[in-house]
C-alpha cells in the first residue's frame, strides 16, 4: 500500500548572464520578494462525521482514506477525532491495544460514541474500533485517533458488517431496529448455548437482552469456568433491575447469559458486557422489562 508523504516546494537556482540582464517588467530585480511564502506542511487528519464505504481498519493511511457522503452505501462512520496524550505523542510509534494510552483512547471513543448514537453501543447491533495512524504518518506527527462505528447483522453469533445508507447519530436514542431485544436461543447436546436468532418479543421466546455490565478494569478476560462468576455476578444486577425483582431473588427467578467482547476487544478497554435472561423452556411472548415478580416468578423446578 502507498505511503504518504508531505512534499515541500523547492525553489531552484536561477542563474544571470554575466553582462545581467535587465528586471523583468513590473519587477524590481530583486526576485525573493515578490512570492507568496510557502505554506507550512499539514499533517493528515481525518473528519467525524464522515463514512467509508471499506471496512475497519486498525491502522489508516492517506492512499486508502476515501470518505464517502453518509446518504451513500458505506459500512463504517467515523464519529470523533481525538488526540493522543502528550505523554504517548513522545513515543516511537502509536499506543499498542493493552497500553494505558491506547486504553484512554478507547475510553474517549466510547464516551463519544455514547453522546453521537444516543445510548450505549453495546445496546444495539453495534461495534465500536479505534484506529490510529500508520507508522509513516505518526512519524510526520500524526497524533490523532479515530472512532469508528459498524452495524453488525447480530452481535450474538458472530455477526457480519452490515452495509448501510444513512447515518447512525441519534439511533440508539429511540426503540428501533438495531435495538437489542429477545430471542428464541437454542441448546447444544451439552446444553451449551448454540444459536440466538432474534425474535419480536410479542412471539414467543425465552431469552432477552437486559442491559450491559461494566467490568471493573481489573478484571480478566475469562479463560476458566472459575473466571465466569464475576460476569453472572455482575449480569445478575443488571438483570433484576431491568425486570425490577428484588437482587437477592433473581437468580431463584431466570437464568442468565453473559457476552463479553472477544479477548482482542477487552485488551483495547472495552469492558462492557451485554446481559440476557434466559429460561430454557421459556414461554414469554412480551418483554420482561418492568414486569416484576409477577412477570418473572420465582421458578421451583
Not at 57 to 85: I, M
Not at 252 to 261: C, D, E, N, V, Y
Request: charged share 20%; aromatic share 10%; glycine share 12%.
Amino acid at each position: 500500500m502507498r505511503r504518504w508523504m508531505t512534499a515541500l516546494a523547492l525553489a531552484g537556482a536561477v542563474g544571470l548572464g554575466a553582462g545581467g540582464c535587465a528586471a523583468p517588467g513590473g519587477s524590481d530585480g530583486d526576485l525573493t520578494d515578490d512570492w507568496a511564502r510557502v505554506g507550512e506542511p499539514k499533517t493528515f487528519s481525518p473528519k467525524a462525521d464522515a463514512c467509508h464505504a471499506a471496512d475497519f481498519s486498525e491502522t489508516v493511511y492517506l492512499s486508502s482514506y476515501l470518505p464517502v457522503d453518509c446518504p451513500t452505501s458505506h459500512r463504517l462512520e467515523t464519529v470523533h477525532v481525538g488526540a493522543f496524550t502528550a505523554a504517548a505523542a513522545n513515543a516511537a510509534a502509536p499506543p499498542a491495544r493493552g497500553s494505558a494510552d491506547f486504553g484512554k483512547a478507547y475510553a474517549e471513543c466510547d464516551g463519544k460514541a455514547r453522546e453521537f448514537l444516543g445510548a450505549d453501543f453495546r445496546t444495539g447491533r453495534l461495534w465500536l474500533g479505534v484506529a490510529t495512524p500508520s507508522p509513516h504518518g505518526w512519524s510526520g506527527g500524526a497524533r490523532w485517533f479515530r472512532c469508528d462505528v459498524t452495524e453488525l447483522s447480530n452481535v450474538e453469533d458472530d455477526g457480519d458488517t452490515v452495509t448501510r445508507t444513512g447515518s447512525l447519530k441519534g439511533a440508539l436514542r429511540t426503540p428501533g431496529p438495531l435495538h437489542l431485544g429477545c430471542y428464541a436461543a437454542t441448546l447444544t447436546r451439552t446444553e451449551n448455548i448454540d444459536r440466538m436468532p432474534t425474535v419480536d418479543c410479542g412471539k414467543r421466546h425465552n431469552s432477552e437482552f437486559t442491559g450491559v455490565w461494566r467490568a471493573p478494569a481489573g478484571l480478566k478476560y475469562p479463560s476458566a469456568e472459575r473466571d465466569w462468576a464475576a460476569f453472572y455476578d455482575g449480569c445478575y444486577q443488571v438483570t433484576a433491575r431491568y425486570v425490577e425483582v428484588p437482587q437477592n431473588s433473581i437468580r431463584f427467578r431466570t437464568g442468565i447469559m453473559a457476552l463479553p467482547s472477544g479477548a482482542e476487544e477487552w485488551q483495547a478497554g472495552n469492558r462492557g458486557v451485554r446481559c440476557y435472561l434466559w429460561i430454557s423452556d421459556g414461554r414469554f411472548t412480551r418483554s420482561l422489562k418492568g414486569a416484576g415478580t409477577a412477570g418473572l416468578p420465582l421458578r421451583t423446578g
